[in-house]
């Protein structure tokens, strides 16, 4: 039924990350669907200042840290590693996961939430974005 899954993680919210995952991995297990997780790291003013001046060690930074706690996530997961890939993005957690999800043709999105507060009601949600503005199916786990 699936062939790709995107799974979009945050690696500072393990929790989230890992009902996330949870769900992801039952699936792919069971339709024999590839896991694509997907980091993204949200560009502040003080990077896009650090990079302009040419500080370009504070994104490197921030893409190693990043590429490490995937690497490990990835290798807890109980499928082959040819079923299983991963990348990372700066920008808007929304626009980076939807644009992931059409680069690799991902035909479904498995992404984690918490339970609304008020702030979620102000801002929205990364995951009620994606849920708006995905061209594929996608699954919120809490």
Not at 44 to 56: F, P, Q, R
């Amino acid at each position: 039924m699936y062939k790709m899954i995107l799974v979009p993680v945050d690696i500072s919210e393990e929790d989230l990350t890992n009902k996330a995952v949870e769900s992801a991995l039952k699936i792919a297990k069971e339709t024999g669907a590839k896991l694509h997780f997907l980091h993204v790291l949200p560009i502040s003013s003080a990077i896009i200042n650090a990079y302009a001046l040419g500080y370009m060690e504070i994104k490197d930074k921030a893409t190693l840290k990043a590429e490490q706690e995937l690497k490990k996530l990835i290798d807890s997961i109980d499928l082959p590693i040819t079923q299983i890939a991963y990348s990372i993005a700066f920008g808007s957690p929304r626009d980076e996961i939807t644009a992931t999800a059409d680069e690799i043709g991902a035909d479904l999105i498995v992404i984690g939430s918490r339970r609304p507060n008020i702030t979620t009601h102000l801002l929205g949600s990364s995951s009620a974005g994606v849920v708006r503005y995905a061209k594929t199916s996608v699954l919120v786990v809490r």
